[in-house]
């Protein structure tokens, strides 16, 4: 099991690339601030499941055991060991993660995964301003009883239960990195608005944190993400009382939120600005007569024009994309997470925001390389690259981990310089038939009409939606 010196081979299992992200140091620092440090030698210590949990995010489709394997099946070459290290059976692993509990990995999320973008950073900034968008989701958990009495299920048609309690998880999302740096995670049966609330704290200022309309109609919510320090653009519902306090150059007004006891007794609210738009686009005839309207707490009409303004709220579904990479890419489309018990539950969760958080610190590094926007890097790409970094045994230490794993070909990609913030369909399909005919002229291929295709010639029909 170990050798001549007192070193343990599960004292050097690292998650590979991501490791750079959760370096043993600090993995111990949190073990021990959560007062989860084992008190004597085990075959799975604590920083070793910290790393196993995940691992267990970083492939989603594999068994308990079999990702024990791909942890140290780097270490595999190494002569030093006296002989094989034993893979524990699933009830170890189980009972090392029951007595691990959620603790670290919460700790380990709210300590290591910060803001990423710099200014030079393409898209992650406006206004001067970092762009940050909030939004929530929820997550399938396993169908037992102390799941549904932790969190919940959602309601279905005629009187009959959702096939499996859900963990409902809001979260704060860079938009020039897609990368998650806050999120608070509960019960189905917790609004959105009120997990929200916990994460006023790390809105700080120097950000424009962009919200939908779910959460616009909370005053407290809004007043509380101000207090903190940073400016906001929410969407309100068109019902919103919002007075005409004075009409501005571009088209906007000021205004002031209150609460109903504010109002009867005639206080002053928040100061804010509301501007409303509609979205002129021909390949969307519903949307002639909705009436778009942004309350923002950045006053002045020079430095942030309603035009400009609304088009940055688009940037807002920049969250979604990072949502369909957790969900659909990393986790896997339609799978249920794993755990059986809540605290299990929790502590998956927080691994996979963890884990998600490394890959894009991994994007975020080959974009800033080779002079790319990170929205232009293939996520799957890289996920594939951060699993053979743990299959291979990659170390923090190497010099060009980048090269070392491939992922340098990005750079040999037709990338597409951004946009500016449209949503206009037809001008983003116009953009996407010139950028194919650039490729294929690079090819050797003229005429994008007739490129061959694995699916037949290519459709005319087809509509894009773009978000900024």
């Given at each position: ?21 959760f ?17 004597r030698?085990r ?21 308990y ?48 995964c ?25 997550l ?18 005629r009187g ?24 608070a ?5 917790e ?6 609330s ?28 101000a ?6 653009c929410?969407?309100?519902?068109k ?8 009409r ?31 979205i ?26 309603a ?6 709220y ?48 991994l994007?975020?590094d080959v ?6 926007d990170?929205?232009r ?15 291979a ?5 190497s010099?060009?981990?980048?090269h ?35 490729a ?17 010639p ?11």
């Open positions: 099991m170990k050798p001549v010196d007192d070193q343990r081979l599960s004292d050097h299992v690292a998650l590979g690339a991501l490791t750079r992200t370096p043993p140091d600090l993995v111990d620092a949190v073990i021990e601030s959560t007062g989860k440090a084992e008190r030698n075959l799975l210590p604590a920083r070793l499941v910290v790393y196993y949990v995940l691992a267990l995010s970083l492939f989603s489709q594999s068994g055991e079999e990702v024990m394997r791909s942890l140290v099946e780097g270490l595999a070459w190494q002569e030093e060991w006296q002989r094989r290290w034993t893979v524990p059976s699933q009830p170890a692993l189980t009972q090392a993660r029951a007595r691990l509990g959620p603790e670290p990995l919460a700790g380990l999320f709210r300590v290591a910060v803001p990423l973008a710099t200014e030079r950073s393409p898209g992650a900034y406006r206004f001067g301003r970092r762009l940050v968008s909030m939004d929530g989701t929820t399938d958990v396993p169908d037992n009883e102390e799941n549904e009495e932790a969190f919940g299920r959602p309601g279905a048609a009959e239960k959702a096939a499996s309690p859900r963990l409902r998880l809001v979260a704060l999302a860079e938009c020039g990195t897609h990368a998650m740096f806050a999120a995670m509960g019960a189905y049966s609004g959105e608005n009120t997990l929200a916990t994460l006023a704290a790390s809105a700080s200022p120097g950000m424009l944190v962009l919200a939908d309309r779910g959460f616009g109609g909370s005053y407290e919510l809004f007043a509380s993400f207090k903190a320090g940073a400016d906001l929410w969407r309100v519902k019902n919103a009382v919002l007075a005409v306090h004075e501005l150059s571009d088209g906007s007004f000021r205004s002031e939120l209150t609460t109903t006891a504010q109002r009867k007794a005639r206080e002053q609210g928040l100061q804010v600005r509301v501007v409303e738009y509609a002129d686009d021909p390949g969307r005839p519903q949307c002639e007569e909705t009436t778009y309207r942004l309350v923002t707490t950045v006053l002045d009409p020079e430095e942030a024009p035009v400009e303004l609304a088009a940055c688009a940037e807002r579904w920049d969250f979604e994309t990072a949502l369909d990479e957790l969900k659909n890419h990393q986790r896997g489309p339609r799978v249920v997470l794993r755990s059986k018990r809540p605290d299990g539950v929790r502590q998956e969760a927080w691994g996979l925001l963890c884990t998600h958080y490394a890959i894009r610190v994007m975020a974009g800033d390389g080779n002079g790319l990170p929205d890097v293939s996520f799957t790409r890289v996920l594939r690259a951060a699993r053979r970094s743990v299959r045994g990659v170390a923090t230490t010099v060009s981990l980048t070392a794993l491939g992922l340098c070909r990005c750079r040999d990609l037709p990338v597409a310089a951004r946009a500016a913030p449209s949503c206009c369909r037809a001008s983003r399909q116009a953009q996407d038939v010139e950028l194919r005919r650039e294929l002229h690079r090819s050797g291929m003229a005429d994008p009409d007739h490129a061959p295709s694995r699916r037949g290519r459709s005319r029909s087809l509509t894009y939606w773009y978000r900024g």
